[in-house]
């Protein structure tokens, strides 16, 4: 899904094959540069085992455009079999330089690795504060009618709610 920035430039990012990729159009997308790989991945298997339906690590993104101190931030998350044990999981990574290079990814679901973690999706919210959703299997049996709960995990340097702070920052 394409995503206009703070200054009308236009991202795009994908998945190409094992890589999560970006590229920006500073005018209005007649133009494009060149793609920028954002973090080589672990693609999930689709179906999930145990699962009848189709998966994917298709990236989600968004754009701090609020006015803040994170004006022009670049966020992105996907769905990772990073190896840690049955997996998947959602993996999250920022660019502070509008897509040009990316910080080291980190895991955003805090699980002990044994359920699926799948189909995020994000927004940053007029405050600042980095939203994300995804499918979660953790509390759920392993049939299709449990996936219909999804988990929140704020992301910002901001405080939230019990004086605690992100674990993203």
């Known amino acids: ?37 954002v973090a080589n991945i672990n693609p999930i298997p689709s179906p999930l ?6 998966v994917n690590s298709f990236p989600t993104i968004a754009v701090d455009a ?5 004006n022009g931030y670049v966020y992105i998350a996907w769905a990772d079999r990073i190896g840690l ?19 080291r990814t980190k895991r955003v679901s805090k699980d002990r690795n044994n359920a699926y973690q799948f189909f995020p999706w994000m927004s940053v919210s007029p405050e600042g504060n980095i939203d994300i959703a995804f499918y979660d299997r953790r509390w759920m049996p392993k049939t299709e009618e449990g996936l219909l709960q999804h988990q929140i ?10 004086n605690a702070s992100s674990p993203l920052q």
């Open 1 to 37: 899904v394409p995503l206009v920035g703070p200054n009308g430039e236009v991202y795009v990012v994908w998945q190409r094959g094992s890589s999560i990729v970006i590229d920006k159009s500073t005018d209005g997308g007649v133009s494009w540069g060149n793609d920028i790989l």
């Open 49 to 54: 085992p145990g699962a009848a339906f189709r």
């Open 66 to 70: 609020t006015g803040g101190p994170y």
């Open 85 to 103: 044990g049955q997996g998947p999981d959602i993996l999250f990574t920022r660019s502070t330089d509008g897509g040009l290079t990316w910080s």
């Open 153 to 162: 995990l704020r992301i910002s340097a901001k405080l939230h709610q019990n």
